[in-house]
């Protein structure tokens, strides 16, 4: 079992920078496929970004290309998320997910772990 835990979220303004954490128990990531997708209100969990075990391979959804960055320390069992230029339109709640049984996936259906979420608020 894996535990996921993020933290980082709050209220930001549109062009400001967040950085999301997410911090595994349990298992080592190492060999996980790790993704943060999100959740706006009334709208579907939609993927954003997703790394590979060792975090050489990574996708980002057409909507954050360019702004967000993930990336992971599989030495602390961390997977972080590095927002920059928010947008009102990237508030969300934000989840850490992964999954043992996959390379990489855009589809977050996929992951078969999840944290709880972190809310991210972004103003106009």
């Known amino acids: 079992q894996v535990q996921l835990q993020e933290s980082g979220g709050g209220l930001v303004q549109a062009g400001d920078s967040l950085r999301l954490s997410c911090a595994a128990s349990?298992?080592?990531?190492?060999?996980?496929?790790m993704g943060w997708p999100r959740q706006a209100p009334g709208k579907d969990r939609n993927f954003v970004a997703t790394?590979?075990?060792?975090?050489?391979?990574?996708l980002y959804a057409d909507s954050v290309m360019g702004r967000f960055t993930i990336s992971r320390d599989n030495a602390k069992n961390i997977v972080y998320l590095q927002m920059n230029s928010l947008k009102p339109e990237d508030t969300a709640v934000y989840y850490c997910a992964g999954s043992s049984g996959i390379v990489t996936t855009r589809n977050p259906a996929d992951y078969n772990y999840w944290g709880q979420g972190t809310q991210v608020t972004v103003s106009s």
């Open positions: 790394t590979t075990g060792s975090g050489r391979s990574t």
């Open positions: 349990g298992r080592i990531l190492s060999t996980y496929a």
